[in-house]
């Protein structure tokens, strides 16, 4: 699983990472992200939702880890990409296009 921690990072930057990181992913393969628990912190984990294609993922989790280091966890499952038809037909049919 790839983890990304975003607490004290430039967030623009961490956000670049994620989305080239989620790109680079296997289908099934998961993705940690962790932020702080401010507004701010919540509004980053609303745009690596934003970022990442919805029809690309599946959100397996979102929540809240309390203790002496609270954070908010999201755990992110890369999908099978939806696969290329190709057009088939008779040859004749192709040429007169």
Do not use: W
Not at 9 to 37: H, K, Y
């Amino acid at each position: 699983m790839l983890t990304f921690d975003l607490r004290e990072t430039l967030i623009p930057f961490s956000l670049l990472q994620v989305a080239n990181a989620f790109r680079q992913m296997t289908p099934g393969e998961e993705m940690e992200i962790c932020a702080g628990v401010t507004r701010i912190d919540a509004a980053i984990l609303k745009d690596v939702l934003l970022i990442l294609p919805q029809t690309d993922y599946d959100l397996l989790s979102i929540e809240n880890r309390l203790g002496e280091d609270p954070f908010m966890r999201l755990i992110l499952r890369k999908k099978q990409s939806p696969k290329t038809h190709q057009q088939q037909g008779d040859s004749s049919c192709q040429q007169s296009i």
